[in-house]
Nanobody, 121 residues
Framework: QVQLVESGGGLVQPGGSLRLSCAAS????????MAWYRQVPGKQRELVAT???????NYADSVKRRFSISRDNAKKAVYLQMSSLTPEDTAVYYC???????????????WGQGTQVTVSS
């Protein structure tokens, strides 16, 4: 059984910072791209940032220069450092990993359960 577990969400004031973590566990032979998404009630889930196995990153325009994605392949973990937060960043944040389970021939997407980030004074 493969699981992705996020942590680090919470309440933060505008202009503040927060660091999200997501760790994958279970029988995993390889992890390809890891990513963070976010979703506000009534809206579609949107891509925030991605990081490839080799370290290449991409960001949504709305978070460029404010958010930084990183990963630790040895720990099977991905992180999202968020700074200069605004109320518009309030959402449930989800991590996703494109990975290959042990004994499998193909890659599949797995999602975490989400962590709430609220930016408010």
């Amino acid at each position: 059984q493969v699981q992705l577990v996020e942590s680090g969400g919470g309440l933060v004031q505008p202009g503040g910072s927060l660091r999200l973590s997501c760790a994958a566990s279970g029988s995993i032979s390889s992890i390809n791209v890891m990513a963070w998404y976010r979703q506000v009630p009534g809206k579609q889930r949107e891509l925030v940032a991605t990081i490839a196995n080799g370290g290449n990153t991409n960001y949504a325009d709305s978070v460029k220069r404010r958010f930084s994605i990183s990963r630790d392949n040895a720990k099977k973990a991905v992180y999202l450092q968020m700074s200069s937060l605004t109320p518009e960043d309030t959402a449930v944040y989800y991590c996703k990993a494109n990975l290959k389970r042990g004994g499998s021939w193909y890659f599949s997407d797995y999602w975490g359960q989400g962590t709430q980030v609220t930016v408010s004074s």
